[in-house]
């Protein structure tokens, strides 16, 4: 079974900081797909980063970058030089081929992300 | 470009009424999908639909029904509401091209509440 688990339930960090929250997942299938959510309080759920299973690089957008370590099986999202604004609750999700017949995310429980002045 | 947009944002039900959420996407996007978000459970699917008049089970599908009669719109009713029911809808959408790229984007969400 696909799983994703994210271990920190809540981090706090100093804005200007940068901060890692960590993702781990399991899976049998050979490729996937790694996304990262964030879901501030007013609750959408904004699209931050994508990484491929196939992708040697690291993916980087903005301040966000994905640290993918294939071997280990994880997608560690950093977010640097951190903003008031980056306080939300972020998730962690991977995609299948669709010849698992799966079409839904697989969700993290997410971590919650405090970013102090 | 709005894009995904959800109607109603809140709303309380009793039990055993019914109800209709309305998802609507503006960027040509060809899959549709509805989630539930539960505390401590992530986000899981209820159903989707891969074009214009198909629907398809998600994960937990029981209580729950769909329809796509446009391209744009993707509704989720509940025919008789259950306080099992209460959680907050999600819609996304995706264009469809690929399936390990595929990014869904989401709607803001609808937070129902059943009596």
């Known amino acids: 079974a696909q799983k994703i688990t994210q271990t920190q339930p809540g981090m706090f960090v100093q804005e200007k900081e940068a901060v890692t929250l960590d993702c781990t997942y399991d899976?049998?299938?050979?490729?996937?797909?790694l996304f990262w959510y964030k879901q501030p309080s007013s609750g959408e759920m904004i699209f931050l980063i994508y990484?491929?299973?196939?992708?040697?690089q690291n993916a980087t957008e903005g301040r966000y970058s994905l640290n993918f370590q294939k071997a280990r099986k994880s997608a560690n999202l950093v977010i640097s030089a951190s903003q008031l604004g980056d306080s939300a609750m972020y998730f962690c999700?991977?995609?299948?081929?669709?010849?698992?017949?799966?079409?839904?995310?697989?969700f993290g429980s997410g971590t919650r992300l405090q970013v102090q002045p | 470009n709005a894009g995904v947009t959800q109607t109603p944002k809140f709303r309380v039900l009793k039990t055993g009424q019914s109800m209709t959420l309305l998802c609507a996407q503006d960027?040509?996007?060809?899959?549709m999908y509805w989630y539930r978000q539960d505390p401590g459970m992530g986000l899981r699917l209820i159903h989707y639909?891969?074009?214009?008049?198909?629907?398809a089970k998600g994960e937990v599908p029981d209580g729950y029904n769909v329809s796509r009669l446009k391209k744009q719109n993707f509704l989720l009713g509940l025919e008789s509401a259950a306080p099992s029911q209460t959680s907050v809808y999600f819609c996304?959408?995706?264009?469809?091209?690929?399936?390990?790229?595929?990014?869904?984007?989401f709607g803001p969400g609808t937070r129902l509440t059943v009596l």
């Open positions: 996304a959408s995706s264009y469809g091209l690929a399936a390990i790229t595929d990014t869904q984007y």
């Open positions: 899976t049998s299938d050979q490729s996937y797909g």
């Open positions: 990484q491929g299973s196939y992708d040697e």
């Open positions: 999700a991977m995609s299948r081929p669709w010849s698992t017949g799966r079409r839904a995310l697989t």
């Open positions: 960027m040509n996007h060809e899959y």
């Open positions: 639909s891969v074009g214009e008049g198909t629907t």
